[in-house]
């Protein structure tokens, strides 16, 4: 998949280019799940640095949020990680629908009752020299209280240079508790990965 121009250029800018592809070409060449990892970073990073460009609040959740956690601390555990194929984000649709079309994201369908949000999860997929990337779009979060957590969540998101582009995520207590509530053996896996590189978390 081709890495996005607007991207590129904001490497370039910071002179990280060189360390971004140099990392990219490592996931793609690790194995074909590395290579859906490598293109979903740069997919979450070009859309982070869209949405940072027009001051629309979000929040980069899932899989990713952990990934770039543990970017913070080791480097080498960020590219081993399983990886995903899935950009998850909290953002009010109607701010976002300009960003994601302009990177190519088509809206797909609408999937209710997806745990983890009240009212669903809107999906967009990319597709580009027969590859793709998907996006599922939260407008809502919810807690084990069952309320709804979005304003909290985008209130509080911490910010985290990711190759000198900033990317939204939650913080890592706030990432832990979504973690638990949703309890797959992927998300048991997170949760021991983020308390070994922050073991001083409460949650």
Excluded at 3 to 12: A, K
Excluded at 60 to 73: D, E, P, R
Excluded at 108 to 120: A, K, Q, V, Y
Aim: hydrophobic letters at 35%.
């Amino acid at each position: 998949m081709r890495i996005p121009v607007s991207l590129v250029r904001e490497l370039q800018r910071h002179k990280q280019i060189d360390g971004f592809t140099n990392d990219y070409d490592a996931l793609c060449t690790r194995d074909a799940n590395g290579k859906s990892y490598a293109n979903t970073i740069a997919g979450c990073m070009d859309i982070a640095y869209s949405l940072n460009e027009l001051d629309i609040p979000y929040c980069i959740i899932g899989g990713l949020a952990v990934a770039f956690h543990v970017h913070q601390t080791n480097h080498k555990e960020f590219l081993d990680w399983r990886g995903t194929q899935d950009i998850d984000i909290l953002v009010n649709k109607k701010s976002a629908e300009c960003v994601l079309k302009s990177a190519g994201y088509e809206f797909r369908h609408f999937l209710p009752n997806m745990p983890g949000s009240l009212n669903g999860v809107y999906e967009y997929a990319k597709d580009e020299n027969g590859e793709s990337l998907s996006l599922g779009l939260r407008e809502t979060v919810h807690d084990r209280h069952n309320s709804d957590i979005a304003k909290k969540l985008l209130r509080s998101a911490t910010s985290i240079d990711l190759y000198s582009v900033p990317v939204r995520v939650p913080m890592i207590r706030d990432l832990v508790a979504m973690k638990r509530h949703a309890n797959r053996p992927k998300d048991r896996s997170d949760i021991k990965l983020l308390k070994t590189f922050y073991p001083g978390v409460k949650v």
